[in-house]
């Protein structure tokens, strides 16, 4: 079984690269007029921690919980997860943000539906991030996207929506149900640039 509060915290400091690797390009001045360039950390609320149910837990009582005890312990971190704030100053925003693409409508090369998530390898690799770190992209019309395994930058209008996808992967039987706290309407997707 694997240890959620291993995982967890590989998942959390994986996101913190992340966003660190991303935003170098973020705090550019943009040519685009009305669009806010926006990190991944703007997408949750100041005072969140989403690992607050394991900081007062010491490795010495994680390492003595049972196999049960750990399942319902990973099952009460998804449950936050799943249900993760989101920063409401966002809704309604045109923004631009990097990140990597998860397609849901995907049909050879032509994207038209998607899950735009912060780092390589989230939700096929390790479990979801938190909510608040999924965007549900949905493109005004079909883009053609050739390598699903690059970053890439979106722009589009944000929403303060939560939806639920069922993200098809090889090896997964019946795919993978995953919350997004967000969703977008977007305009473009163009390969990630770093404009340092």
Not at 91 to 111: A, C, D, H, M, Q
Not at 137 to 156: A, F, H, M
Request: some cysteine.
């Amino acid at each position: 079984m694997t240890h959620i509060k291993s995982a967890l915290k590989c998942q959390v400091i994986i996101l913190l690269l992340a966003c660190l690797h991303l935003n170098g390009a973020i705090a550019v001045n943009s040519n685009e007029t009305n669009v806010e360039k926006i990190q991944w950390e703007n997408l949750t609320p100041l005072n969140w921690n989403p690992t607050q149910i394991l900081d007062n837990m010491t490795d010495e009582q994680y390492y003595a919980l049972s196999d049960d005890e750990l399942l319902r312990l990973e099952e009460t971190v998804q449950a936050l997860f799943n249900a993760a704030p989101v920063n409401d100053d966002l809704n309604g925003k045109r923004v631009k943000i990097p990140g990597f693409v998860l397609p849901l409508e995907f049909n050879n090369t032509l994207l038209s539906e998607f899950l735009l998530v912060p780092y390589f390898g989230a939700c096929t690799h390790t479990p979801p991030p938190p909510a608040n770190q999924i965007i549900f992209g949905k493109l005004k019309t079909e883009t053609e996207l050739n390598d699903i395994n690059q970053p890439v930058w979106i722009t589009g209008t944000i929403q303060t929506s939560r939806s639920n996808s069922l993200l098809n992967e090889s090896g997964v039987a019946n795919g993978l149900e995953v919350q997004s706290a967000y969703s977008m309407v977007v305009e473009l997707v163009e390969p990630y640039i770093d404009q340092e």
